[in-house]
């Protein structure tokens, strides 16, 4: 399912990417050059007043004393062993038997703070060196973690940088817990050994790269930087971005790395977490062997406090090209688990967190002045942010937005927030603490959070500390920090601490013979249990009865497919307008009964299917799934509701059509298949389509495909098939039985291969480059043959051939990836990334280099296959770990009609696939003569590099995917 299910992470640091309008020496920025040019505004038309007091001292705000709480919050309680080396590494262990894997998690309490003006993004650049291999695990570090069976796709290794802090984090089956801390460990021990100059210049072009495409090549992408260099003083470790500047990342010298390295990567200053199926005293030996005798590196020295004192409104204005006027309003605030911290945490679900939140509900439902709308409390160690995002609908003033914004602010503070709106953030709040639960590391997984909390609190049993927090605020909490945090005066505390390290007691380990991995353990994935209402309702069971939580989801065999060309769009319409009323509830009471039950309902639809979704605490499960049949079974349609979400899909697709991502997800399908064919159509319709779109339509779609028979419940989590049975029935046991609409899917109707579409995108700093094939359907036979080839070419792990080529050998982008996606009756296999302009056509010549060669010039080797199987396999149970990737597979299963044990067999053949098998699948798919490519940058700069490439015929095309010219029977020339 398409966002069906929320997956909550805490304890994530980030400074949002945004365009900033908060006040102070007028000026307007031009981010093509990223030049400022004075610029003179009538301050009194241009900056809404903003009725509150000014900042009082950081060191002078006191909350008043707590009351009793008035939630009770259910916590599992997370058991764990901390002990310390004497060198000063902080090791936590954690147990958690439920399933067949380890993880090792690596917090450095180091990040882009830690840097300094003109050595920016060092922090960032060095996450990425570290994966770079080192002395004694040469070659890439990912190539060894998914040998070991690290799963890259599932979010089974990664690293990550903030302001404050750099993670890494790999999970492999228990037996190789040896040979991950040996990697692990390597790298810490021996990575000076192993670095070049080759090696940083190539990590640097592709972090340049990962900059041109988060900031650089999309809307609103230079907002970071407006942000935190006007909202910090020159100086302050936040006034810069994670990522860098150009400049600085170019001038950074292998010498320059070195020190870094050097100054921040040693065990005291590294909390190392070890969380899964293992044998703690085996985990012990492990870690005293491999890390006992590095030495200590320097004693950090940190800036603990710095928030910054505003004293008037600053004013940013900046000009790019954004489809709408979006406004971004910032306050310095408290620090991470200071007083003021989780109060502004609450006050920002109060105000944005929902559709009946205050500005949520003024703005974008009631009023309707903004297509989106977020509020947030970032949380750092140094300082927070309290920010709110507002984007425009068209013609609407930004500072009429700005003027409501501070409105309700203002009435939030002096009448504080009601019983019920502050029942609903807790309840929330608690959901959020289960879910980060579900698995045992990954992003915001078990190890993360007591990783955080021993980081930047010195404890890793921060989590008592941190929901009481919010177990214990009142209304009058919430108002305090609202009211304090406006202006604040600069605080500066310097203290010395003992350095807890030592001498290293511990011989030096033989580092250059790594330990064998561990024998595979056997995992049987989950079992789907069934059964069936009298009219027709399949019932699908996973239970994970762990923790007191249920991923539940209701999935129809609809979708976009029912759309028309004249109607596309509406299935994607009704998909956002069926939680907006029923008989009984309007939108905002639909809303607000989810928050009261801290969770809330998700609405999903894709080419095949549709229906809604949400997690849940079990002791409200009942009362969700009667809220859920009541919006399924039961839903009116507004006529004010479908014009307003109308609007905001017209927003939306604007929005696409000026993302190039966004143009090349909506026109790939459409050269492949037809721009009339079901499969073809973009998901979210034209503008045209949309337009003209009635409720009359969207009762029409769900009266002929919203039907029992069509449909099942999906519930996975804590509950039986039994109690899952008897809940349906009650909820859903009346629902109309009648026989839904069948659909057949007519022949493809394909642009027209071999040919090289263009979508000009002015200026673009990258150009998005899609190669684009057609495969074959769900159930064809070859299909996990190959799904097996395209994990060689570029859907597996991070060692496939075009991510190699392309990012690691050519430096020619961040990213490139590719999927296969199969339907009922039709498929596309796809391969896409952003690439710098200036590498277009040398990038393009690899893309067909690399399909040729896929194709037979150059048959996938036994040793490859061998990686993608082993990758494949040994990441396999990592699928499985939360509740809505759980939920979502076994849809995926229902809705293509598969055998319930597909798990079961998907797993058998990625173990016992041939050689031959996959070269032979590969053979029969991978042909340039069935193929297009899809360009979208600058046409002007690119496209006398692809004629002289003469790799085929060019057709530039226009945002909506027409051609200039349109040939007999709709084809494109």
Not at 95 to 100: A, E, F, G, N, V
Not at 516 to 528: F, K, M, V
Request: glycine share 8%; net charge neutral.
């Amino acid at each position: 399912m398409n966002n069906l299910s929320s997956r909550i992470v805490i304890l994530i640091y980030f400074i949002l990417a945004c365009v900033f309008t908060a006040a102070g020496m007028p000026g307007t920025v031009d981010s093509a050059t990223g030049t400022a040019s004075a610029l003179k505004l009538d301050a009194a038309s241009q900056v809404p007043d903003i009725p509150f007091e000014k900042y009082r001292s950081f060191n002078e705000f006191k909350l008043p004393n707590a009351s009793e709480p008035n939630v009770t919050f259910q916590i599992p309680e997370i058991a764990f062993e901390k002990y310390q080396l004497p060198n000063g590494l902080q090791v936590i262990l954690h147990i958690d038997r439920k399933l067949p894997m380890v993880h090792v998690n690596s917090w450095f309490h180091v990040g882009s703070a830690c840097e300094r003006p003109g050595r920016t993004g060092f922090a960032h650049l060095f996450e990425h060196m570290m994966f770079q291999g080192s002395k004694n695990a040469s070659g890439e570090y990912f190539t060894w973690a998914e040998r070991a069976g690290a799963n890259l796709r599932e979010h089974g290794v990664n690293g990550t940088t903030s302001n404050d802090r750099t993670n890494f984090f790999a999970t492999v089956p228990s037996g190789n817990l040896e040979h991950l801390i040996w990697l692990e460990s390597d790298r810490l021990a021996t990575l000076l050994d192993g670095m070049t100059q080759e090696k940083l210049d190539n990590q640097r072009e592709v972090v340049r790269n990962e900059r041109r495409r988060g900031q650089d090549n999309v809307p609103y992408g230079h907002a970071e930087e407006l942000i935190v260099s006007n909202l910090f003083p020159s100086g302050h470790p936040y006034s810069w971005t994670v990522i860098g500047s150009h400049e600085d990342l170019k001038a950074a010298t292998l010498d320059d790395v070195k020190e870094f390295f050097r100054a921040w990567y040693s065990p005291n200053n590294l909390s190392l977490c070890i969380s899964g199926n293992f044998d703690p005293a085996e985990a012990k030996r492990f870690i005293e062997k491999y890390y006992g005798s590095i030495p200590p590196g320097p004693a950090p020295i940190r800036r603990k406090r710095w928030v910054p004192h505003l004293d008037s409104v600053r004013l940013v204005d900046a000009h790019d090209r954004v489809p709408q006027d979006r406004v971004f309003i910032t306050w310095p605030t408290s620090p991470m688990f200071e007083p003021g911290d989780a109060e502004l945490d609450v006050a920002a679900g109060i105000l944005g967190e929902g559709l009946s939140a205050r500005l949520t509900k003024r703005l974008v439902y009631e009023k309707e002045l903004c297509s989106e709308l977020s509020v947030s409390q970032s949380s750092m160690e140094i300082c927070g942010m309290f920010q709110i995002d507002a984007t425009a609908r068209p013609g609407v003033s930004l500072i009429e937005i700005e003027r409501a914004i501070n409105e309700e602010i203002a009435r939030l503070t002096r009448e504080g927030p009601t019983p019920a709106e502050l029942s609903r953030v807790k309840t929330r709040r608690e959901f959020s603490f289960v879910t980060n639960l579900e698995r045992i590391g990954g992003f915001g997984g078990k190890a993360d959070q007591l990783n955080a909390y021993n980081t930047f609190m010195g404890d890793p049993n921060g989590f008592a500390k941190d929901i009481d927090r919010y177990k214990s605020m009142t209304a009058e909490h919430v108002k305090t920090a609202l009211g304090f945090y406006i202006n604040n005066k600069n605080c500066l505390i310097v203290r010395f601490h003992k350095e807890a390290s030592g001498r290293t007691s511990v011989a030096e380990p033989d580092r250059s013979k790594p330990p064998a991995l561990g024998s595979d353990t056997d995992y049987c994935p989950p079992e789907i249990k069934t059964s069936k209402l009298p009219n027709g309702l399949d019932i699908l069971v996973v239970e994970r009865p762990e923790i007191p939580k249920v991923s539940v989801n209701l999935v129809i065999r609809s979708g976009c497919v029912f759309d028309s060309p004249d109607k596309s769009g509406a299935a994607s319409l009704l998909s956002s307008t069926i939680t907006r009323g029923t008989k009984t509830r309007s939108a905002l009471e639909i809303d607000e009964a989810f928050a009261d039950l801290g969770s809330s309902l998700g609405s999903g639809i894709g080419r095949e299917h549709a229906g809604l979704g949400f997690e849940i605490l079990k002791r409200n499960l009942a009362s969700g799934v009667a809220l859920m049949a009541d919006v399924a079974l039961n839903p009116t349609f507004p006529v004010s509701e479908v014009e307003r979400e109308r609007n905001k899909q017209l927003d939306e697709i604007t929005q696409q059509e000026t993302n190039p991502n966004g143009l090349a997800g909506r026109i790939g399908p459409m050269l492949l298949f037809g721009a009339g064919h079901p499969y073809g159509l973009p998901e979210k319709g034209f503008f045209s389509s949309v337009a003209s779109l009635t409720r009359d339509d969207l009762t029409a779609i769900h009266a002929k495909t919203w039907k029992a028979g069509n449909a099942a419940i999906i519930f996975v989590g804590a509950i039986t098939l039994e109690e899952a049975t008897k809940l349906a029935a009650d909820t859903f046991g009346g629902w109309d039985s009648g026989p839904a609409s069948k659909l057949v899917i007519p022949p493809l109707l394909p642009a027209g291969f071999g040919k090289i579409y263009l979508v000009d995108r002015q200026d673009a700093a990258q150009t998005v480059v899609t190669q684009i094939l057609p495969a074959p359907d769900r159930k064809n036979s070859g299909y996990y043959a190959l799904s097996m080839a395209d994990a060689v070419w570029g859907g597996g792990g991070f060692g496939t051939r075009l991510l190699l080529n392309l990012r690691e050998d050519k430096g020619y982008t961040y990213s490139v990836r590719s999927a296969l996606n199969s339907l009922s009756a039709a498929g596309s296999w796809i391969a896409a990334g952003a690439m710098q302009t200036d590498k277009t056509k040398e990038s393009v010549t690899e893309f067909i280099n690399e399909l040729d060669n896929l194709g037979g010039k150059k048959p996938i080797s036994a040793a490859e296959l061998d990686a993608a199987r082993v990758t494949r396999v040994r990441g396999f149970p990592q699928r499985f770990e939360s509740f809505g990737s759980i939920a979502q597979r076994v849809a995926d299963i229902w809705v293509h009609q598969l055998p319930l044990d597909e798990f079961k067999r998907e797993l058998s053949y990625s173990k016992s696939l041939g050689l031959a098998e996959v070269n032979s699948a590969a053979a029969s798919w991978a042909k340039r003569n069935q193929s297009m490519l899809l360009l979208v940058g600058d046409v002007r700069k690119i496209r006398p590099g692809l004629e002289a490439l003469k790799a085929g015929e060019i057709v530039v095309l226009d945002k909506t995917g027409k051609p200039f010219s349109t040939g007999a029977g709709g084809s494109m020339k």
